[in-house]
């Protein structure tokens, strides 16, 4: 089974390592980073992103209240219920948070370094951290869907609200972008 060969594994730690880069924690100190670095647009995109797609994902949240895998596979498959043993429980799994989180950073990331190797890696690792729910045995596959749609789409949202001028310096083309 999927859960059997990566609980409990040297898998295991390096899937939490790039769950943590979902965490709002993580969030948190790479503001602070940005800060220290002097640069506060940056760092109040990153927060305001941040900060929307959690009201996003916390009222979805609220709305759905779906199981997560642990509290679902007990009812419907006990033996892998128990592999999850670690997992989280409870019924706040549609949609991910941490994926949430990760798309959002990376997304604005991309929008101050828009070359292609940068998209590539931040997308790979928002993406990573989108499996790693998946396979520590937190959110099902389309909770993670959903996260990534929503950090994307707040952190498209904070930019158009800020103002156009980020999209000069990119080579992102927003929609109502005059030419």
């Not at 503001?31 to 797609?53: D, E, G, P, V």
């Not at 929503?150 to 930019?159: P, Q, R």
Request: glycine letters at 6%.
């Amino acid at each position: 089974m999927l859960y059997q060969n990566f609980q409990k594994t040297e898998w295991n730690y390096v899937f939490s390592c790039f769950t943590f880069l979902g965490d709002g924690l993580f969030t948190f100190l790479l503001i602070l980073y940005f800060i220290i670095r002097k640069n506060y647009q940056l760092a109040l995109l990153i927060l305001a992103s941040f900060l929307l797609s959690g009201l996003l994902v916390q009222v979805l949240k609220t709305i759905v209240a779906f199981p997560r895998p642990k509290v679902y596979f007990e009812t419907v498959l006990p033996k892998l219920a128990m592999q999850l043993s670690s997992a989280r429980g409870g019924f706040s799994s549609f949609p991910s948070g941490h994926t949430a989180t990760a798309f959002s950073l990376a997304t604005i990331l991309i929008f101050f370094h828009p070359s292609n190797k940068w998209g590539i890696a931040l997308f790979s690792i928002a993406f990573i951290t989108g499996l790693s729910r998946i396979v520590l045995g937190h959110h099902f596959p389309l909770d993670v869907f959903a996260g990534a749609i929503l950090g994307i789409l707040a952190s498209f949202t904070v930019v158009a609200l800020q103002g156009a001028e980020i999209f000069k310096k990119s080579r992102i083309k927003f929609p109502l972008q005059a030419e």
